[in-house]
């Protein structure tokens, strides 16, 4: 099996700042959606999305930027035992 070797780049503040920016206007977890945007997208050219994730990640967790709610195109669903004919107490 060959080993495919990837290179490590420092971010630029214009990329953090794009990452930023498209959490934002998407919501955490949107990652795949900011390297799409048109705007923002090739400011972060040669990412993916877990780059994208882990960043965001190292950002919180450094105090740099708040934490983001759950991306706003994925709403948190929570369902309960109610109506699936078990037995409640």
Not at 15 to 29: H, N, Q, R, T
Not at 37 to 54: F, H, M, S
């Amino acid at each position: 099996r060959a080993e495919v070797e990837m290179s490590r780049k420092p971010w630029t503040p214009e990329e953090e700042a794009a990452l930023v920016k498209g959490v934002a206007a998407y919501g955490a977890g949107q990652w795949v959606a900011i390297l799409k945007d048109r705007r923002l997208g090739p400011q972060l050219a040669g990412r993916t999305n877990v780059n994208l994730k882990d960043k965001h990640r190292q950002l919180v967790a450094a105090g740099i930027i708040p934490n983001s709610p759950p991306s706003k195109k994925a709403p948190l669903v929570l369902t309960t035992a109610a109506g699936t004919g078990k037995d409640e107490e």
